[in-house]
């Protein structure tokens, strides 16, 4: 009797041993400011890194992930013979910097700057095409500002061979061996034909289209979409996804909701760019990490396409939720620190940072030294058993959610902070605060929906504008 006493007693050690590590575990985690989607000199803008480093720094931003432009490469080439016969345009990027001197720079500031994290990426176009002509005067190359962020590649190769518009290569792949076997056709039989006194035009002529075809195909291009056979939809976006997540790489829809027209020619507006704003992205793409907002917001509200997309996650239609992140678009001088990430770390090194955004674990602000600061302490979700979630976790209970939400708050009266509690894409609590220099808010949602999973995200709203917005938590109510 008193061995078993003995058992239940370590049992339940044990057991409040567990909880009390996950609460530990969950106390460790710390939170820093990081800036993402960083432009530099590498790609035409005003700072060279080290400078931008230095910059963050001094305005107390830890983590900074650089993404300068990958390629930017357009090419418009004479019919049958694009790649022999074209005009081209190019401009400042990693491809045109060097992909082994970018990865080596990189290594070298990172040893300058001890206390920083700074990861290496690339934003990139995996496609455009073109419509209407260049006689006429209506060529516009259509899609080019459709990008997506690349973080965590770590080999120059993986680079090398990201499957973007321009991107090009020399030596052959295996699905390059068709190239070879279409020129062979024709060259072969061409040069049996050279031979016969009567046929030589003819060889010459089959020889000469064999050659051709071969030169207009080396070197390879590593899409396999033209840009000369109209849209594509999501299709070479969803080969870069794929080639990225196969390599460890996070991926991340760039400003879904800009939209780019602009004209461009040396001596006369000869050629337009149009990109129209792409968040159905969201819903079309599969696998990738999440998705950027920067100064438009219209993404975090209620019913948008980030909502369809969780809600398709929590229905089990998609493998993966989709996370938000806050992307600078960093590419002039001046505060770096005004759209910031608060990630939370297990430890302060470079893989917690790729594990946090990988896992969602972080939330975005709209920070302002003058006009508002706003933090978020806490924000966790927990059932009467004491099981709990955090930002992005998922937690599965019987009874009725209980949501904490803890922060502080830095505003000018008579500013109110507005907060708004999404469940499943829908506003179901707004708090309101005056002025507040903390608040420390709980609540328990008495109707979420039994049967599925549920989530449930925050927007911190300064009168209309959207300052604060986090990442969900997902939570499954079972039935009895």
Known sequence: MNTRRFYIAYLQIFLAGICLSRAF????????????HIHSTISQADYPPRRIVSLAREQGVRILIFTDSFIRRWEYGLPLVPNIFKFSAEEGSIARYGIKRYLNDFKKIKDEFPGMLILEGAEVAPFYWWSGSLFKKNLSLNDWSRHLLVVGLKKERDYLRLPVAGNRYFFPRFKDIPFFLAAGILIIPGAFLLRKRQKKGLGFLICAAGILFLLNNIPFLASRYSPYQGRKQYLPYQDLINYAAERGGLVFWAHPYVTEEVSWGKYA?????????????????????????????????A????DDALNSYCEGRRRQPAWVIAEADYRTGGRIDSIQNMIFLSAFKEESVYEALRAGRLYIRYYSENKCDISLDDFHIADSSGGSAFIAGEITMRSMPRLFIRGTAKLNSPEELRVEVIRNGRGIKEITLAAPQAFDLEFEDDVPETGRINYYRLNFFIGKTLVLATNPIFVRIKDG
């Open 25 to 36: 575990a969950q106390e460790k985690l710390s939170a820093y400011p990081a800036v993402i």
């Open 269 to 301: 507006k000869t050629v337009n760019f149009s990109t129209l704003k792409y968040p159905e992205a969201l819903l079309l793409t599969e696998g990738y990490t999440g998705f950027g907002v920067g100064a438009n917001r219209d993404l975090l509200l």
């Open 303 to 306: 019913q948008e396409e980030w």
